[in-house]
């Protein structure tokens, strides 16, 4: 930096150009419902409920009374070993009686991206104790997107998410997305040496991706020939974003473990989480495994959980799923204006998610994407471009159908504005 150049921060902003940042910070100052303000008095309409996990809406004082009634009864404690909370066991019960899995037990973690790589480890660990440590290898498919953790990175189907960090984890063999052929060949070559597939039920920052029918019957069926772990990683779907309590639970699968996150606590509070079924528990609770070595700081951390139950308290009482199920035809209708437009190639819904894929001509000129979601905030609509050509739309439960009609006519105008300014730059080089 220059002396004559200006620090406009010093906060090193995650998933950031910074040189782009210093030019062009935005800083949120309060919420409510689907709505931001910033600190100059502009108002936005959230259309991604954040990083797809603000469900229940912003400025919710019960989730804010939740944690100050916790921290001032106890905060913080440890939970290694034997110790541990009231919040966290309660939590834990809830979810258990609501995972799409039978006899179900809850390891806490700090967000999605821990659950992850804990998820990882859980199964190359399962293996080695039940005397094949041979089967270390990790399936995941093109396009997925599990965390920025080490073992998430290495899991990563994102190619730009992965690239330049080197080998952190061997062993993980990628697939097509929605491809069951191509993975039953994987199946075949690596037999008796995977320990475990990784998928989203909707791949979602690889572009809103919904599976094509009978994928995931198919991919439950291989797993269960080839007797390789079925991990399904459920941090964007899990808690309602599909209208089910669980994603797992609208394609019909049994996982032996999930991994799930943000809308567990509406991201009042960093919590995640791993729910593991019985095999998974079977040498660790019951056998031989002895002490398993993992755990983090704030593993089951009172306050976090404490939020986690009143936040599952409003999704429950203000039946914000079937609020879901209600507007998914809705954000279905509404998005479909938008395939009508030049600048957009196809528009994808699965529940409260949608992607907008942007015109690949279009995307050939540098910046279109992040230029129509500027395009977008400049009219008080938030979203942002997934894999550099997409569009993201994941709103909270609680938003409207007047506010998604409001959500596509912005994003409309702003498609519109990013095609003039797409049509005034230099061709690519």
């Not at 303000?37 to 019960?62: K, Q």
């Not at 189907?157 to 992965?162: A, C, L, P, S, V």
């Not at 015109?359 to 279109?368: A, E, K, S």
Request: charged residues 20%; contains cysteine; proline residues 5%.
């Amino acid at each position: 930096m220059s002396d004559s150049t200006p620090r406009r921060t010093r906060f090193w902003h995650p998933f950031s150009n910074m040189v782009e940042v210093a030019a062009d910070e935005v800083v949120f100052d309060h919420g409510e419902g689907a709505w931001l303000w910033d600190e100059a008095g502009r108002r936005y309409l959230d259309a991604t409920a954040a990083l797809w996990y603000c469900n229940v809406g912003h400025g919710r004082r019960e989730l804010a009374e939740a944690a100050a009634t916790q921290m001032v009864r106890l905060a913080a404690c440890s939970n290694f070993g034997q110790l541990a909370n009231r919040p966290a066991l309660d939590l834990a019960d809830r979810i258990a009686a609501l995972a799409p899995i039978e006899d179900a037990a809850v390891f806490f973690t700090s967000g999605g991206s821990e659950s992850v790589d804990t998820a990882v480890k859980m199964v190359r660990r399962y293996w080695t104790v039940c005397g094949q440590p041979e089967r270390q290898m990790i399936v995941v498919r093109e396009g997925a997107y599990h965390g920025m953790a080490g073992y998430g990175t290495s899991l990563a189907g994102i190619e730009g998410n992965y690239q330049g960090f080197g080998e952190l984890l061997p062993g993980v063999v990628r697939v097509p997305a929605d491809d069951a052929a191509a993975l039953a060949r994987v199946f075949h070559e690596h037999r008796g040496r995977l320990a475990a597939f990784f998928g989203e039920p909707v791949i979602g920052a690889g572009g809103v991706r919904p599976p094509v029918e009978g994928y995931w019957t198919e991919v439950a069926r291989l797993c269960r020939e080839f007797d390789v772990l079925l991990a399904v990683d459920e941090v964007v779907t899990g808690f309602g974003r599909l209208g089910e309590w669980f994603g797992s639970r609208r394609f019909g699968l049994k996982p032996d473990l999930i991994t799930a996150a943000k809308g567990v606590t509406s991201g009042y509070a960093p919590l995640g989480v791993v729910i593991c079924g019985p095999r998974i528990q079977e040498p660790f609770w019951h056998g031989n495994a002895g002490l398993f070595r993992h755990g983090y700081t704030y593993s089951a951390h009172p306050t976090a959980c404490a939020v986690g139950l009143a936040n599952l308290k409003i999704v429950e009482s203000e039946r914000l799923i079937e609020r879901v199920r209600s507007l998914i035809p809705v954000l279905a209708r509404e998005v479909e204006r938008l395939a009508r437009r030049s600048s957009v190639a196809q528009v994808r819904t699965a529940g409260l998610l949608a992607g907008i894929e942007l015109d690949p001509v279009l995307l050939q000129t540098p910046g279109f994407a992040d230029r129509v979601v500027k395009e977008a905030r400049e009219r008080g609509v938030l979203t942002r471009a997934l894999v550099g050509k997409a569009l993201q739309i994941s709103p909270p439960f609680v938003i409207s159908e007047e506010q998604i009609r409001l959500l596509v006519d912005t994003l409309e105008a702003a498609l519109d504005a990013g095609s003039a300014w797409a049509a005034q730059q230099p061709p690519a080089a």
